[in-house]
């Protein structure tokens, strides 16, 4: 049985080699799989839950090393779909000194893009406990039909639904439509994430108190605020947990939200019964801040999402 169905962009990442240098100063790059809800995926596998990778790439040599590479994680690729009719979505980065990053996307459309409702693998909705999905399959019309489809499938079948945020202003066409977008995956929600940026474009505050004011609703059952370097903190509908982080030496950041919500869903997948239990609520934030932060500590994303043994033992050596 599948515990986690993540929808959502798989994608070449182009990584430099180097950081600090601004993305047409770079000279060579590293090629990297990536995509933010197939980086979901593979940190799910790697810390030891059963994750199934549901989007679209193009039937092209970039598009089938991708689908291998899921594979040999451990997703199950059943419901990812191939397209000839458009190629693998790719993407520069440029790593600043502390390890941001801006991106440079190629989708004039990707294979992406192109996902139907009817090629939505409905069944495999049906068979697993948790459906994750993001905005960054919301920034063109037709995907985020698609999506919204399939996360309405999943709220109607009573699973649990989780919505990362994830803004990547650059792909929708303007920022009035990217707010609308991720307040359509909001409503589907019942796990919600947002960095500090993030909540500041929807609301314009960063504090965890417009979270609930503003974009709080009754479908909800946790929201998590992001907060970078200073950690993160879980919202109820009664309490809010700060949770610190974990001090590493970070070299590229590229990745560690997605480990986050990776740690975070592999925590509560344990018992999605205790959402409204403090001590069991703050163990999965710490479990998924520890996550993000060893997601840091290499370049790339899929190559940095560590396995269970290496968060385990962060955990043991901060305890």
């Known amino acids: 049985?599948?515990?986690?169905?993540?929808?959502?962009?798989?994608?070449?990442?182009?990584?430099?080699?180097?950081?600090?240098?601004?993305?047409?100063?770079?000279?060579?790059?590293?090629?990297?799989?990536?995509?933010?809800?197939?980086?979901?995926?593979?940190?799910?596998?790697?810390?030891?839950?059963?994750?199934?990778?549901?989007?679209?790439?193009?039937?092209?040599?970039?598009?089938?090393?991708?689908?291998?590479?899921?594979?040999?994680?451990?997703?199950?690729?059943?419901?990812?779909?191939?397209?000839?009719?458009?190629?693998?979505?790719?993407?520069?980065?440029?790593?600043?000194?502390?390890?941001?990053?801006?991106?440079?996307?190629y989708r004039h459309p990707s294979a992406d893009m192109l996902f139907t409702t009817e090629e939505v693998d409905q069944e495999a909705i049906a068979r697993a406990p948790v459906f994750h999905f993001d905005s960054i399959s919301m920034a063109a019309p037709g995907p985020r039909e698609t999506v919204l489809f399939a996360a309405d499938r999943a709220r109607q079948a009573g699973k649990l639904v989780s919505f990362d945020a994830n803004l990547r202003l650059p792909l929708w066409a303007s920022a009035d439509d990217a707010r609308a977008g991720i307040r359509q995956?909001?409503?589907?929600?019942?796990?919600?994430?947002?960095?500090?940026?993030?909540?500041?474009?929807?609301?314009?505050?960063?504090?965890?108190?417009?979270?609930?004011?503003?974009?709080?609703?009754?479908?909800?059952?946790?929201?998590?605020?992001?907060?970078?370097?200073?950690?993160?903190?879980?919202?109820?509908?009664?309490?809010?947990?700060?949770?610190?982080?974990?001090?590493?030496?970070?070299?590229?950041?590229?990745g560690a939200g997605d480990g986050f919500v990776a740690g975070l869903l592999a925590g509560l997948m344990h018992d999605l019964d205790r959402l409204d239990d403090r001590d069991f609520l703050y163990a999965a934030g710490r479990f998924a801040n520890a996550v993000g932060a060893l997601t840091t500590t290499e370049r790339g994303a899929i190559p940095a999402l560590p396995r269970r043994e290496q968060v385990e033992a962060l955990l043991k050596r901060s305890s």
């Open 185 to 254: 995956g909001l409503e589907r929600a019942t796990i919600a994430k947002f960095s500090d940026d993030e909540l500041d474009f929807m609301t314009g505050s960063r504090g965890a108190t417009a979270m609930r004011n503003e974009l709080w609703h009754d479908g909800l059952k946790l929201m998590v605020l992001s907060v970078g370097k200073s950690g993160s903190i879980l919202v109820t509908a009664d309490a809010e947990l700060e949770i610190p982080t974990f001090s590493v030496k970070a070299l590229d950041t590229t």
């Open 1 to 105: 049985m599948t515990d986690v169905v993540c929808f959502g962009d798989l994608l070449i990442d182009f990584v430099p080699t180097e950081s600090g240098q601004p993305l047409a100063e770079v000279q060579t790059f590293r090629r990297a799989p990536g995509g933010a809800a197939a980086n979901v995926a593979v940190g799910l596998a790697r810390l030891g839950a059963k994750s199934a990778f549901m989007g679209k790439v193009g039937d092209d040599v970039f598009g089938h090393v991708l689908a291998d590479t899921l594979r040999n994680e451990g997703v199950d690729t059943g419901p990812l779909r191939f397209d000839d009719r458009a190629r693998t979505a790719l993407a520069f980065v440029s790593l600043k000194a502390d390890g941001e990053r801006d991106f440079l996307f």
